[in-house]
């Protein structure tokens, strides 16, 4: 079974409509760490979001948020009014002790936003 | 701040020659990480390097890839002799501590061996 499942393995919507990106893990640790990541098509991995198994506090950073559920083992990210820009692979990470804390990785979720 | 950066961004080789691709993680951080990344494979951890000491090697492909530290600004990635299936973007990423700490990534070495 995939420790970290990104089911969408391709988004295509429009620029300025929302856009939510799925993230499910699974772990049996109790204290671990999920991670975002962007590679947009120039290719670099650009760092997004850390987030701790403690702290289920939902964030907003800008148009970008990130609903973190620990009962449902999931840690979505939503793009509000898209842009552009925002076209990217966005991959989802789990880091935990049982792997020895080396970040295990989806799969990526391909994000086109047509003009 | 500077981040981690790499060098050549892009290297187009002839199988059978040595490839040497090069990192200067971000200044003050403690763990370097080499990581390919493919399409049939996605994002591979090849080894790691804590205070410039190989701590797990255990991603290396084979005898064929070796890397080094010599020192806490500098690290190496060697493939000899480089074959087709070694194609790949190779990543190298740094972090101050490790057990959940932020990976940082630099803009990858994208690697083609004809």
């Known amino acids: 079974a995939q420790k970290v499942t990104q089911a969408q393995t391709e988004i295509s919507v429009v620029e300025k409509e929302d856009v939510t990106l799925d993230c499910v893990y699974e772990?049996?640790?109790?204290?671990?760490?999920l991670f975002w990541y962007k590679q947009p098509p120039s290719g670099e991995l650009v760092f997004l979001i850390r987030?701790?198994?403690?702290d289920e506090q939902n964030e907003i950073s800008g148009r970008y948020s990130w609903n973190f559920q620990k009962s449902t083992s999931s840690f979505n990210f939503t793009i509000t009014a898209s842009q552009v820009v925002d076209s990217a692979v966005y991959f989802c990470?789990?880091?935990?002790?049982?792997?020895?804390?080396?970040?295990?990785w989806g799969a990526g979720t391909k994000l086109i936003i047509k003009p | 701040d500077a981040g981690v950066i790499q060098s050549p961004r892009h290297e187009v080789t002839e199988m059978g020659q040595e490839v040497t691709l090069r990192c200067k993680p971000i200044?003050?951080?403690?763990?370097l990480f080499w990581y390919r990344q493919t399409m049939m494979r996605g994002l591979e951890l090849l080894i790691y390097?804590?205070?410039?000491?190989?701590?797990?090697d255990s991603g290396m492909p084979e005898d064929r890839f070796s890397a080094k530290m010599p020192n806490a600004s500098f690290s190496t990635l060697k493939i000899q002799p480089s074959e087709p299936r070694d194609s790949a973007v190779y990543f190298c990423?740094?972090?101050?501590?490790?057990?959940?700490?932020?990976?940082?990534f630099g803009e990858g070495s994208w690697l083609t061996v004809v």
């Open positions: 987030r701790n198994s403690f």
């Open positions: 990470a789990l880091s935990e002790q049982d792997s020895n804390y080396q970040l295990i």
């Open positions: 990423a740094s972090s101050l501590g490790y057990a959940g700490n932020t990976i940082y």
């Open positions: 772990t049996r640790d109790t204290t671990y760490y």
């Open positions: 200044s003050g951080h403690d763990y």
């Open positions: 390097f804590n205070n410039n000491v190989p701590i797990d």
